[in-house]
């Protein structure tokens, strides 16, 4: 089946510092590979996708290369600021009917000032 | 605003207690999802519609029922509320035409005492 794997956190940083989230998915064939972002008190948003191969997704500042050979998709961001203080879900979508998305555990990032 | 409207947004119920957990989109998304988060989990897929009318287990569904009558509208029912049904649930809603771009509620916060 599909599962998707993240880095544990909490994650935390200093403002202007360089972010990388690690996330890694079992698959078969070629899945839609996902971030979505969740603030405190809210739902989920999307922040970036990518749909084949080598694709990169971007976003706010967020970067995420769709990795086939490693089977992975991880997050990065040059410069993190307070405000991307959130939890941050990997999510897989395998060619299903339903457009159902598989996501990892999520990863809190905590950025101080 | 448009988006998806959850409610309530928090709730207590003792055991043996059912309630209904009501998502209304105004977005004539066709595809509509519930998922639950468990702390420190990804979230999980207990039902999902792809139109009025048509309903689908998720990988959770056992203690939950759906109904889809119109639209916008796709009520999350829990007949015999137990402790392990304490979660947040989230509804969201896409296209099917825009795989994985979901728009997410806010979530309820359910608490099974």
């Not at chain 2, 015999?80 to 979901?102: E, K, N, R």
């Amino acid at each position: 089946g599909n599962s998707v794997t993240q880095m544990e956190g909490p994650v935390t940083l200093s403002e202007e510092a360089f972010l990388t989230i690690n996330c890694t998915y079992t698959a078969t064939g070629y899945p839609s590979l996902f971030w979505y972002v969740q603030y405190p008190g809210e739902g989920l948003q999307l922040l970036l996708k990518a749909t084949k191969a080598d694709d990169k997704g971007s976003n706010k500042g967020f970067e995420a290369t769709y990795r086939k050979e490693t089977t992975s998709f991880h997050l990065e961001k040059g410069s993190v600021q307070v405000s991307d203080s959130a939890v941050y879900f990997c999510a897989l979508m395998n060619n299903n009917a339903g457009n159902m998305l598989t996501f990892g555990g999520g990863t809190r990032l905590m950025v101080k000032p | 605003n448009a988006g998806v409207t959850q409610t309530p947004k928090f709730r207590i119920l003792k055991i043996g207690q059912s309630m209904t957990l009501q998502c209304t989109q105004d977005m004539n998304h066709n595809y509509m999802y519930w998922y639950r988060q468990d702390p420190g989990m990804g979230l999980k897929l207990i039902y999902y519609s792809v139109g009025a009318g048509i309903t689908d287990k998720g990988e959770v569904p056992n203690g939950y029922n759906v109904s889809r009558s119109t639209t916008e509208d796709f009520p999350l029912r829990l007949e015999l509320a137990a402790p392990s049904q304490t979660s947040v649930y989230f509804c969201a809603s896409s296209y099917g035409q825009d795989p994985g771009g979901y728009t997410f509620g806010s979530g309820t916060r359910l608490t099974v005492v």
